[in-house]
């Protein structure tokens, strides 16, 4: 079934009322892209991670510790880093 467009404009309107007034307007187009392509980045890195210490655990190598714990801290810190910069442009 397909929603009128007055229907449609009332929702919008809902949404609009209902957002925080903190709430971020829309990112420049340059600005959505770079995002995107440094989450592409983030999850690549990630996934490369994850690949090595599997690697390691399977093969016994005596950098697992050191591969765990990479992996474990690389999101912490860019949280951290986000954080910080969400907390600073204030």
Avoid at 31 to 41: D, F
Avoid at 42 to 62: D, E, H, N, Q, R
Avoid at 69 to 86: A, E, M, N
Wanted: charged share 20%; aromatic share 14%.
């Amino acid at each position: 079934m397909k929603e009128s467009p007055n229907m449609e404009n009332e929702m919008n309107d809902d949404m609009q009322e209902n957002m925080p007034e903190d709430f971020p307007e829309e990112l420049p187009v340059k600005r959505r892209k770079s995002v995107r392509i440094l989450a592409i980045i983030g999850l690549i890195i990630m996934v490369f991670l994850i690949g090595w210490l599997i690697f390691c655990l399977a093969t016994g190598s005596k950098y697992t510790v050191a591969v765990l714990f990479v992996t474990i801290i690389y999101p912490v810190i860019l949280y951290f880093f986000f954080w910080i910069r969400k907390v600073f442009s204030r």
